[in-house]
């Protein structure tokens, strides 16, 4: 027995090493944006985020939980189990969107964000919440109590937070594909620029 033991604590010790050389995980939660939609394999920002990490020298991991359609219900019904597979250093949240092409109420969008960044943080991890805006055919009122979704949580939960897409960049359509929904392969290399801004401090943490 006494032999048993000792190879098993020779084993233990071997794969310790193994495990602090795992990268630290960046997990984007998010939906048809961060997905990739309409767009060719290792095209969208997502992707190109993975290159520019390593380019630039960071040796993290970035798993892609996005999914097309996903709302902030759908968000919040599979964080828990994303954050306990992945274990992620950092979360960057992309929700939002449809929710509001749905016309969801703007409260519920604002609570499932809250619940979103909080098991995050709970879970370890800095979280980086991306915000979208509305078209104006929505009505000014819809598009302004949505935009202050995203600045009310910014304040209350003193999140890292950045605009996937300038405010440039989302009237004008050559940046989209023929839906003029979805940003196109020409827009993605900005869109990557725009995480990174508020991404790179996290990083360094």
Same mark, same amino acid.
């Given at each position: 027995?006494?032999?048993? /033991?000792?190879?098993?604590? &020779? ?12 990268? +630290?995980? &960046?997990?984007? !939660?998010?939906? =048809? ?7 060719? +394999? ?6 190109? @985020? ?11 991991? !970035? !798993? ?30 992309? /929700? ?10 703007? *409260? ?21 919440? /991306? ?17 202050? !979704?995203?600045?009310? /949580? ?6 890292? =937070?950045?605009?996937?897409?300038? +405010? ?9 594909? *023929? ?10 290399? @900005?869109? @990557?620029?725009?995480?990174? &801004? ?8």
């Amino acid at each position: 027995m006494a032999r048993w /033991l000792v190879f098993a604590l &020779i084993l233990a010790a071997a794969v310790l090493p193994a495990r602090s050389a795992e990268p +630290p995980v &960046i997990l984007v !939660v998010g939906d =048809s944006l961060s997905a990739g939609f309409g767009l060719a +394999p290792g095209q969208g920002w997502v992707s190109l @985020l993975q290159q520019r990490l390593k380019t630039q020298g960071y040796g993290h991991r !970035v !798993v892609n939980a996005s999914v097309s359609g996903e709302t902030t219900d759908g968000g919040v019904a599979r964080i828990d189990r994303a954050l306990a597979t992945h274990k992620p250093g950092i979360v960057i949240l992309e /929700l939002g969107g449809n929710d509001g092409l749905r016309g969801l109420p703007v *409260a519920r969008v604002e609570t499932n964000l809250g619940l979103l960044i909080t098991r995050s943080r709970t879970a370890g991890a800095q979280v980086l919440m /991306l915000s979208v805006s509305m078209p104006t055919n929505y009505g000014p009122q819809y598009a302004s109590a949505y935009r202050k !979704v995203f600045d009310d /949580l910014r304040v209350r939960y003193k999140v890292s =937070s950045a605009a996937l897409m300038s +405010p440039e960049m989302a009237v004008d359509l050559t940046y989209f594909q *023929a839906d003029g929904i979805h940003p196109n392969a020409k827009a993605q290399p @900005l869109l @990557l620029n725009n995480v990174w &801004i508020p991404l790179e401090p996290l990083l360094r943490r």
